[in-house]
T-cell receptor, first 120, second 113 residues
Framework: GAVVSQHPSWVICKSGTSVKIECRSL??????MFWYRQFPKQSLMLMAT?????????EQGVEKDKFLINHASLTLSTLTVTSAHPEDSSFYIC????????????????FGPGTRLTVL | GESVGLHLPTLSVQEGDNSIINCAYS??????FIWYKQESGKGPQFIID?????DKRQGQRVTVLLNKTVKHLSLQIAATQPGDSAVYFC????????????FGSGTRLLVRP
């Protein structure tokens, strides 16, 4: 159990285009999902918290108009990188929690396999 | 432009030896800690977790130790195998941040055959 998938696994796009990345919890429902980005040889940096049925919560310094998040259902969250530029090239990873999300600090997050975005 | 990647600290061990990976956390309010393993080009994989009311937890070949006094976390891997080669991250859940995880900088484990 607790499998999270991402699609696509990699994408190459031209500068100025928009790219959508999907994150799905395959065998459980997740009211909360998280989006991270990771540069080479660096740690994961939380970008935003995706909440089903409400607006995403963005971390400081993350442009909400640049990185659009939609939590369409209890098993799907999407991240759209709008007007992508080469500096947006990164490894984007989502995670979802399994269990009683109403309890603070009790939820283990399971991560998707990541999406490698390359903007030319 | 593209940011320069940081050099990850590396731990090199002989196959069969025990490995100890350390992590320091900063927020004394953190109450839940997790170790993740990340192989190249993949997402992090859950290894083991521990809550702040414990100081030790054991899994299969892995042990996590928590020292709240000095805000230190360690991951011990027994009889390290080539398949253990990866980058290991500790993550903390801060009680005041709901479910948000804050990741440490990571340690690369290299297992010599």
């Amino acid at each position: 159990g607790a499998v999270v998938s991402q699609h696509p696994s990699w994408v190459i796009c031209k500068s100025g285009t928009s790219v959508k990345i999907e994150c799905r919890s395959l065998d459980f429902q997740a009211t909360t999902m998280f989006w991270y980005r990771q540069f080479p040889k660096q740690s994961l940096m939380l970008m935003a918290t995706s909440n089903e049925g409400s607006k995403a919560t963005y971390e400081q310094g993350v442009e909400k108009d640049k990185f659009l998040i939609n939590h369409a259902s209890l098993t799907l969250s999407t991240l759209t990188v709008t007007s992508a530029h080469p500096e947006d090239s990164s490894f984007y990873i989502c995670s979802a929690g399994q269990g009683a999300l109403g309890l603070i600090g009790t939820d283990t997050q399971y991560f998707g396999p990541g999406t490698r975005l390359t903007v030319l | 432009g593209e940011s320069v990647g940081l050099h990850l600290p590396t731990l090199s061990v002989q196959e069969g030896d025990n490995s100890i990976i350390n992590c320091a956390y900063s927020n004394s309010a953190s109450d839940y800690f997790i170790w993740y393993k990340q192989e190249s080009g993949k997402g992090p994989q859950f290894i083991i977790d521990i809550r702040s009311n414990m100081d030790k937890r054991q899994g299969q070949r892995v042990t996590v130790l928590l020292n709240k006094t000095v805000k230190h976390l360690s991951l011990q891997i027994a009889a390290t195998q080539p398949g253990d080669s990866a980058v290991y991250f500790c993550a903390e859940n801060r009680e005041d941040s709901s479910y948000k995880l804050i990741f440490g900088s990571g340690t690369r484990l290299l297992v010599r055959p």
